[in-house]
C-alpha cells in the first residue's frame, strides 16, 4: 500500500481486520493523516516490517506502547510524520530490530537508555525531533550499529559519551545542531575503523593529540561550531579519500598548511569559513582540481589572487573570498572558467564570485570594470573593494 494516494485512516481498520497474519506493512508516502491505530497491530507477533514514513500520522506516543509485543519486528519507520511525545522504555523489547527510524517528527523527553539493548540494531535516526535530554552511554553496547544520527532539531545537552568510540561497526555519524559542551577525544574514535562520515555541529572541542592518527578514513568531514584548536589539525593530513570538507567556525588560527592540496585532492566542497586563518594560500591548492565551491571568507588570508584558480580550478562553480585582506589585479584566467554559470560571469549580483573586503588593484579603474562586465561578478557584500 505505500505510495499509493490513501488519505482516509478508515480503510486502514478494514484493512487490519482482514490481516490476522500480517508479515509485512508498507504504508510509506501517501496522504494518511490523524492518529494510526498501533493498539490494531498489538497481536500482529509475526510483523517483521512496519513502514510508515512519509505522511501526516499525528498520534502521541502513548499508543507505541501497543508495538512492544511485536517481538519479530525487524524494520520499525515512522520518519517524515507528526508523531509526538516520549519514547516508551519498552521499546527496548524489540530485542530483533535492525532499523529504527523516527526522523522528522514531534517526539520529545529523553533518549530511552534502553535503545541500549537493542543489540541487533544497524540504522537509528533520532534526528530533526525535539529530545531534550543527554546521550546515553548505553548506545556504545550496539556493536552491529553502522549508522547512528543524532542531530537537527534536538536539544541534546552534556557531554558526548565516550563509549560512541567502541561502535566497531560504525561507518556515519551525525550529532549535530545540539547543545552539547565538553571535549571530544580519541577514545570518542577509538574503534571507529570504518567511519566514512562525520558530522558535528554543536559548541564542543574536538581535542586530540597532535600526533594521533584516526582508524578511519573519512569522505565526509562536517565540522561546525566545534573549537578544533589553534592550528589546522594535524590529523587530517592522513585523510586521503575527502570529497566535503567543511572546517567553519572551527577556532583554526595559523596558515593554511602546503600538505593541504596534495592530501585533499578530490575534495569537491571546501569551506574553512569564519576562522582565524592567515597567510597566502599554499600553491598545492592547484592541485584541488575537482572543487566545485570554495569558501574561505572570513579568515585573515593575504597575497594576490593568483592566475592558477581560474587555469587549474576548471570546474569551479562558486568562490567566496569576503572578509579577507587579499590584493592585487584579478586574474584573466577566471574569464576562462567555462563551469561558472554564463550568467554568473555576465551580470552583477550573482552568487559565484564573493570577494568583499579586498583591495584590488587595476592598471587603471576602467580595465577592472571591463573585465568584470565581461568575464564575471563580483558580490561586494558589506566591504568595499578598492581599484587602484
Known amino acids: ?45 509475526s510483523l517483521t516490517v ?92 550496539l556493536r552491529k ?15 558526548v559519551p565516550s563509549t560512541l568510540g567502541q561502535l566497531s561497526g560504525l561507518k556515519e555519524l551525525s550529532i549535530s545542531g545540539n547543545s552539547l559542551t565538553g571535549e571530544i577525544s580519541e577514545s570518542h574514535f577509538m574503534k571507529l ?23 578511519f578514513q573519512l569522505r565526509h568531514i562536517y565540522i561546525n561550531s566545534v573549537n578544533m584548536g589553534n592550528q589546522f589539525p594535524p590529523w587530517l593530513q592522513t585523510q586521503q579519500n575527502v570529497s566535503l570538507l567543511i572546517l567553519r567556525n572551527a577556532s583554526i588560527s595559523g596558515p593554511v598548511p602546503e600538505w593541504f592540496g596534495t592530501t585533499f585532492s578530490s575534495v569537491t566542497d571546501l569551506d574553512l569559513s569564519m576562522n582565524k586563518m592567515h597567510g597566502v594560500l599554499p600553491s598545492s591548492m592547484k592541485n584541488l582540481r575537482s572543487l566545485a565551491d570554495v569558501n574561505l571568507s572570513e579568515n585573515k588570508l593575504t597575497g594576490a589572487i593568483t ?3 581560474g587555469e587549474e580550478l576548471s570546474q569551479l562553480q562558486r568562490l ?12 584573466s584566467s577566471l574569464k576562462s572558467m567555462t563551469s561558472l554559470p554564463s550568467s554568473g560571469r555576465s551580470s552583477l549580483g550573482s552568487k559565484v564570485i564573493s ?20 568575464y564575471f561578478s563580483v558580490i561586494w557584500g558589506t566591504g568595499r573593494a578598492k581599484v587602484k
Open 1 to 45: 500500500m505505500g505510495q499509493n494516494y490513501f488519505s482516509s485512516t478508515s480503510e486502514l481498520y478494514l484493512f487490519f481486520n482482514l490481516s490476522s497474519n500480517l508479515r509485512l506493512l508498507r504504508l510509506d508516502s501517501n496522504d494518511f493523516k490523524g492518529p494510526f491505530p498501533f493498539n490494531m497491530l498489538e497481536n500482529s507477533r
Open 50 to 141: 512496519l513502514d510508515i514514513h512519509g505522511n501526516s500520522f499525528n498520534s502521541s506516543t502513548f499508543m507505541l506502547d501497543s508495538l512492544c509485543n511485536l517481538s519479530s519486528l525487524v524494520v520499525l519507520d515512522l520518519s517524515y510524520n507528526l508523531l509526538e511525545g516520549s519514547l516508551p522504555l519498552c521499546l527496548g523489547k524489540l530485542t530483533s530490530l535492525e532499523i529504527l527510524n523516527l526522523k522528522m517528527n514531534k517526539f520529545g523527553g529523553k533518549i530511552p537508555n534502553e535503545l541500549g539493548d537493542l543489540k541487533e540494531l544497524t540504522y537509528l535516526d533520532l534526528s530533526s525531533n525535539s529530545f531534550n535530554s543527554s546521550i546515553p552511554s548505553s548506545l556504545g553496547k
Open 145 to 159: 550499529l553502522e549508522f547512528l544520527y543524532l542531530g537537527g532539531g534536538n536539544q541534546l545537552y552534556g557531554t
Open 193 to 215: 575503523k570504518l567511519l566514512k562520515y562525520l558530522e558535528f555541529y554543536g559548541f564542543v572541542e574536538l581535542i586530540v593529540n597532535p600526533q594521533w592518527i584516526p582508524p
Open 307 to 309: 592566475e592558477w584558480i
Open 320 to 331: 567566496r573570498l569576503q572578509s579577507n585582506s587579499f590584493y592585487g589585479v584579478l586574474p
Open 355 to 374: 570577494t568583499s573586503e579586498m583591495e584590488i588593484h587595476a592598471s587603471s579603474p576602467s580595465s577592472f570594470l571591463m573585465l568584470i562586465k565581461h
